[in-house]
């Protein structure tokens, strides 16, 4: 039955491809998992879990009729089919989906509603594809934030493994979980930090932990309780400051400031409420007030309520960012106050990203200032361990 699917085509005989950019929350410090990841349940990774040649499949595309795989020797074309499972792709070398060139090897998963693209490549090769996107390109005196990020990418990575198993791969490459663009913006200097760290993941009693990172957190790191998780020991709010000073105070997003209008509000919240899952879903009006009525141990907002001449709804944690999504942008953080004069809300927050484990622009500081990746990682993940 392959053989309907598989048709190695001569080069010019392909349909342009829609290109795949990763799927970023608003700009442009990269942030991974920046909302509440779904996942499907894992198992707990063993030690004996860790493979060091281990194999991700990692979801780069998806394509509703038709995809092209174009490697050094031949160029595949796939047409979606229904229910026809996974395909391998018998390739050699180094081949290109879309704009980009991936190392690894391929398999297609033909379904009902399309074809889902996956790059089976290994660790560590993925982790090259993924470092610089996820924290930059950084100077050699930030080598140890590059050493920070690929521990906590790969501890993430095999922790992940089988979490997307309905989709038919193990993670996606864009900010669902690590945003990986193959081969395009490889960095030599985060290579070298791969290398120097290979194999060495986060754990915590003997278990690979789950390394949530994000770009800044503006003072305080918060647990996961903010997505309604049940805390875990490892990811707890710790301080990033000392002597009066915040390590990520130089992010852009330190301080930041949105500025609404009553009427904005009353749009933005009808269109928002059932995605920030409100507590309740009504129509209303006018919006009378709102306010912050608890916070998480770190800070964060955990409840804020609004009144409107209708009644009143409440949000919980995270969630409270997508109920003021404007122009498909989330709110950046969950630290931050609410004030209002006239007919003007005004928040004003510090912080980029969800603000669970490692603070990516508070890891480049330390860095910065002489600090190793295991000092760095281990102020993030409280109790964790450093080991192959
Ligand atoms: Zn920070």
């Known amino acids: ?21 990763p799927v970023s929350e608003t700009q442009p410090v990269p942030t991974p998992v920046a909302t509440e990841p779904v996942h499907e349940p894992v198992p707990e990774p063993q030690a004996r879990d860790l493979d060091p040649g281990q194999i991700i499949n990692v979801g780069v595309g998806f ?7 174009e490697c050094p020797e031949q160029k595949w074309q796939f047409k979606a089919r229904e229910n026809l499972g996974r395909i391998e792709v018998e390739t050699k070398g180094e081949c290109k ?17 399309g074809l889902a693209i996956i790059n089976a490549v ?14 930059g390109k950084l100077k050699p005196e930030e080598i140890e ?16 493994i089988g979490s997307r198993k309905s989709q038919g791969f193990d993670i996606y490459a864009d900010v669902r979980d690590q945003v990986y663009n193959g081969k395009e913006g490889e960095d030599s200097l985060a290579n070298i930090a791969i290398m120097a ?25 918060e647990s996961a309780e903010i997505w309604g998780q049940e805390g875990k020991p490892y990811l707890q709010p710790v301080s990033d400051s000392a002597e009066g000073r915040v390590f990520c105070e130089l992010s852009r997003y330190m301080k930041w400031e949105e500025k609404y209008s009553r009427a904005e509000l009353v749009e933005m919240f009808q269109k928002n409420a059932a995605d920030a899952r409100a507590d309740k879903i009504f129509p209303f009006s006018k919006i009378q007030q709102i306010s912050i009525t608890e916070r998480f141990p770190g800070g964060r907002v955990k409840k804020l309520a609004v009144s409107t001449d209708k009644g009143s709804f409440e949000v919980f944690g ?8 404007r122009e498909g942008k989330f709110l950046p953080g969950l630290f ?27 890891t480049r500081a330390r860095a910065r200032e002489g600090q190793t990746f295991e000092e760095i990682l281990k102020v993030y993940y409280t109790g964790v361990s450093i080991e192959k």
């Open 122 to 135: 290994p660790i560590e090769d993925y982790l090259k594809g993924l470092v610089p996107h996820e924290i």
């Open 145 to 160: 934030a590059l050493k920070a990020q690929a521990v906590a990418a790969r501890t993430y990575a095999y922790r992940h």
């Open 97 to 113: 989906y879309g704009e980009k060139t991936y190392r690894g090897g391929w398999a297609v998963l033909s379904t009902d509603s």
């Open 1 to 21: 039955m392959q053989f309907l699917l598989l048709l190695p085509l001569i080069f010019a005989a392909c349909a342009p491809l829609r290109p795949l950019g």
């Open 336 to 362: 931050f106050d609410i004030s209002q004069s006239g007919d003007t809300f005004t928040i004003t927050g510090s912080g980029y990203g969800h603000g669970i484990g490692m603070c990516q622009m508070g």
């Open 318 to 325: 995270d969630r409270t960012r997508r109920l003021f999504t």
């Open 197 to 221: 760290t290979a194999g060495l993941v986060l754990k915590y009693e003997g278990n690979t932990i789950e390394a949530y990172y994000h770009s800044t957190c503006g003072g305080k790191t």
């Open 63 to 69: 394509e509703k009729d038709s995809a092209a795989i």
